[in-house]
């Protein structure tokens, strides 16, 4: 564990808030950043911020310093419910207007914050990859175009 700072308090408890802080900024302001690079904003070092995001966000310890804040489950929910219904804005002729299509970006976005907040995101990366070698004629002709 780190040690006390002057005031007593430790220097992971104000990563903690300062992470906190971005989450909470982030979400005020409609910008949902990835895990990793809210982290690196609040003082985490790339590498830390590569490999513990969800664990971070996860423990108890930066739970404790959210809930501190403000920064709750319910409130981080309350705005990932506001932004998966979020619809795409276009300005035209300097007049923003909400359309019918769905924003897919600022819902994904705040899907995954969701998960690496709550701890449930689970990435599983699988790689399969297939070759296939085909002669142009004999690709027309199983098509059935005929060259």
Avoid at 32 to 58: D, F, H, I, N, Q
Wanted: charged residues 30%; glycine residues 6%; proline residues 3%.
């Amino acid at each position: 564990m780190s040690s006390p700072s002057k005031t007593g308090r430790k220097r992971v408890d104000l990563r903690h808030e300062k992470l906190a802080r971005e989450l909470a900024d982030d979400m005020k302001t409609g910008r949902y950043r990835p895990a990793k690079e809210v982290m690196e904003a609040a003082g985490y070092s790339r590498s830390v911020a590569e490999k513990s995001a969800k664990r971070t966000l996860a423990s108890a310890s930066f739970r404790e310093v959210a809930e501190s804040i403000g920064l709750t489950r319910e409130t981080v929910a309350k705005v990932i419910q506001d932004a998966a219904q979020a619809r795409v804005v276009v300005t035209f002729k300097g007049t923003a207007r909400e359309t019918d299509a769905p924003d897919h970006k600022t819902r994904l976005a705040a899907a995954s914050l969701m998960g690496d907040f709550t701890g449930e995101k689970k990435t599983t990366v699988e790689v399969r990859s297939l070759n296939v070698n085909v002669d142009g004629d004999a690709l027309r002709n199983a098509l059935g175009l005929q060259p």
